[in-house]
């Protein structure tokens, strides 16, 4: 989490610029861009509680099927950060930062695939 609150520091600038420019796009003054960059910390602080949701019902209430779930959105973010590395539009830290977070994730996926975290999970142990 410490990792993903950097990335979104780092990358406050592209994100809030990315926005304008999406608004501006469809047409929309400078009211609807302020309008949709304040929705942005909503936006990212339910991504985070929902990341907090799905390690919960992994590990406290051990329900299995959402490491399928963890799994799937891992490999999105892989996705999106090898379409990145042939694509580049974001800033180095934000895009570094980024990384990090998604080998992170990825690990952790691995390690809650381990026998041990199945038999866990199962409640075997």
């Known amino acids: ?21 999406a608004v501006a796009a469809e047409g929309g003054g ?25 390690w919960a019902f992994i590990s ?25 590395i042939v694509d580049p539009v974001k800033s180095l830290w934000f895009f570094a930062s980024a990384m990090l977070s998604t080998g992170l994730k990825v690990a952790a996926v691995v390690f809650v695939f381990q026998q041990d975290a199945g038999a866990w999970i199962r409640q075997e142990v």
């Open 1 to 21: 989490m410490i990792v993903e609150v950097f990335t979104v520091i780092t990358g406050w600038d592209w994100i809030a610029m990315e926005i304008h420019d």
């Open 60 to 84: 406290v209430f051990r329900w299995g099927f959402f490491r399928l779930v963890l799994a799937a959105f891992v490999a999105l973010e892989v996705l999106s950060i090898l379409i990145e």
């Open 30 to 54: 400078p009211d609807m861009q302020v309008f949709f960059s304040s929705l942005v910390p909503w936006i990212i602080g339910f991504q985070m509680l929902c990341s907090f949701a799905l």
